[in-house]
Every structure is written in structure tokens, then in C-alpha cells.
């Protein structure tokens, strides 16, 4: 029997041979219908696994009001199967880490995981990326004509990416540690400028770029690295140059000793 008290439905039943009253959260009548259909058959089989959240809970209140001890695979919701994490997925979680959110490489990060996941797709699970797949990367980057700087970059890139997930233990490894760099002795710069020709160059420069002409020569830092360059990074005493990870393009700690001929400019306020 079903009937309406106030905006609840009841609904009477005879699971165990006498009579039950029990509140229902069903909207309609037909809804109060369709929950005690599964309720009876639910208790009568006992098996309480497919029920739906409205259904269930009428068993409870079963158990409940009765003072009978409630069936562990009703008291316990069943869980839902957890989401495979994707490339995509960890892909924002990583650019969102506190190490990486505000990182000066992270417009190359963004280009390298790019590429990765154009590589791979956006569905791809991360547990699933192997030691074999990065190698197979690498060789189908380089067929692409990407150079191997290029490659060991995007290589690198996911491996922060993998280390990142690691610290929140979304993952047990990183697969990209055992992959090895590839060698970039083909891109090796052969072409120097002799002294002659900077001391050339700088007669034509205006004189506040002749600092920065001189520490690049001297000291073979990047243009960024020089002109990004604070007095808290330099030592005199010492005549060392320390850029920290943001500082670099590699990402690390570097240490450039400063030439004799750079003191002077060292000095200029």
C-alpha cells in the first residue's frame, strides 16, 4: 500500500510477514511505486547492491525502525570507481603547483607538454606512460625534425611533470628518470667572435649596452640571464655569479665566475 501523509509517501509493506510503515523521499506516486518494487525484492533476495539512494535509504529505515542490525552491504555505500588520472589531468595540476605556477620556463613547459600531448592525446592515463613510450617519443620527435635540444627539453619537462605528481601521490614512479638525454654534440656552436671583433662591435654600440656586450662575451651567459641579472646574484668578493633555477633556461643552479675585465662594470651603480 502506498499513501500520501502531508508531501511524504508512505509506503506499507510485509517484508518478514507483518506489516511496516516507512517514509519515503519519493517525489510522486510512481516513484513511491518503483522503490518499493526494489525494496521487497532487495530484502527478500538480500542483496542491497543495486538499489538506488532513495531505495536505500527506505531499507535502512526498515532496519532502523525495526532495531535490527542493517546488512554491511547496505550500511556501507558502494564505492564509486575511482577516475583514472590523464596526461590532461595532470597537466593542470601541474602547472597550478606553487614551483611551477609562477616559473619563468613555464611558457615552455606549456610548448613541450604540447607536444606531448599531441603526441600521446589528452585521454592518455599517466600510469600508463612507460619507459619504452618515452623512447618511442624521442625517436618520432627527432623523425619530425625536432632537434635534440628540443626533445631533451620536452623529455625533461615531463619528467618535472611526473615528479610534481609524485609529491602529491598521484603515482608511485617516474618512468622518465631511466630515459637517457640524446646527445646534442650535432648542435654545438663552432662560430666565436674574437676580442677584436667585439672590441669592434662595442665602438658602435651605445655605451649603456657595452656592460652587457662585454659580460656576454666574457662570461658566455644568455641575453636573458645578463639582462635579468640582480645585485643580490653577483659576489665580488668572490668575483662569482650565482643564478638560481627561475634564473636560467636550463632550470638549475649556475655559477659564472666573473673575469677580471667585468670588475669595473661590476661596480658601475
Known amino acids: 500500500?502506498?499513501?500520501?501523509?502531508?508531501?511524504?509517501?508512505?509506503l506499507k509493506i510485509k517484508p518478514f510477514g507483518h506489516p511496516i510503515w516507512v517514509r519515503t523521499l519519493a517525489g510522486t506516486k510512481q516513484e513511491a511505486r518503483e522503490i518499493e518494487r526494489a525494496v521487497l525484492i532487495a530484502l527478500r533476495v538480500d542483496d542491497y547492491r543495486s538499489l538506488w539512494p532513495e531505495a536505500r535509504e527506505v531499507c535502512?529505515?526498515?532496519y532502523e525502525n525495526q532495531g535490527w542490525t542493517a546488512?554491511?552491504?547496505?550500511?556501507?555505500?558502494?564505492?564509486?570507481?575511482?577516475?583514472?588520472l590523464t596526461l590532461w589531468d595532470a597537466a593542470k595540476i601541474f602547472f597550478d603547483y606553487p614551483t611551477v605556477r609562477n616559473a619563468k620556463a613555464k611558457e615552455r613547459y606549456t610548448y613541450a607538454l604540447g607536444h606531448?600531448?599531441?603526441?600521446?592525446?589528452?585521454n592518455r592515463p599517466l600510469n600508463s606512460i612507460k619507459v619504452a613510450d618515452v623512447r618511442a617519443y624521442q625517436a618520432k620527435r627527432l623523425q619530425t625534425g625536432a632537434s635534440p635540444s628540443t626533445?631533451?627539453?620536452?623529455?625533461?619537462?615531463?619528467?618535472?611533470?611526473?615528479?610534481?605528481?609524485?609529491?602529491?601521490?598521484?603515482v608511485e614512479s617516474n618512468p622518465v628518470r631511466q630515459v637517457k638525454n640524446?646527445?646534442?654534440?650535432?648542435?654545438?656552436?663552432?662560430?666565436?667572435?674574437?676580442?677584436?671583433?667585439?672590441?669592434?662591435?662595442a665602438g658602435k654600440c651605445p655605451e649603456w649596452f657595452r656592460p652587457i656586450l662585454w659580460t656576454a662575451y666574457y662570461s658566455?651567459?644568455?641575453?636573458?640571464?645578463?639582462?635579468?641579472?640582480?645585485r643580490n646574484r653577483v659576489n665580488l668578493s668572490k668575483?662569482?655569479?650565482y643564478l638560481g633555477p627561475e634564473d636560467t633556461k636550463e632550470g638549475h643552479w649556475k655559477r659564472v665566475p666573473i673575469h677580471r675585465e667585468l670588475v669595473p662594470f661590476s661596480k658601475t651603480p
Not at 546488512?71 to 583514472?84: A, H, S, T
Not at 658566455?220 to 640582480?230: A, F, N, P, Q, S
Open 182 to 201: 640524446l646527445s646534442q654534440k650535432s648542435e654545438e656552436r663552432q662560430v666565436y667572435l674574437s676580442f677584436s671583433d667585439v672590441e669592434k662591435i
Open 116 to 122: 606531448i600531448i599531441e603526441a600521446w592525446g589528452k
Open 220 to 230: 658566455g651567459m644568455r641575453r636573458g640571464e645578463i639582462v635579468d641579472l640582480t
Open 60 to 62: 535502512l529505515r526498515i
Open 71 to 84: 546488512p554491511e552491504d547496505l550500511v556501507k555505500k558502494r564505492e564509486e570507481p575511482k577516475r583514472e
Open 239 to 241: 668575483r662569482m655569479i
Open 151 to 170: 626533445v631533451n627539453w620536452e623529455k625533461g619537462t615531463l619528467s618535472k611533470l611526473f615528479q610534481v605528481m609524485l609529491e602529491l601521490e598521484h
Open 1 to 10: 500500500m502506498i499513501l500520501r501523509r502531508g508531501k511524504a509517501w508512505y
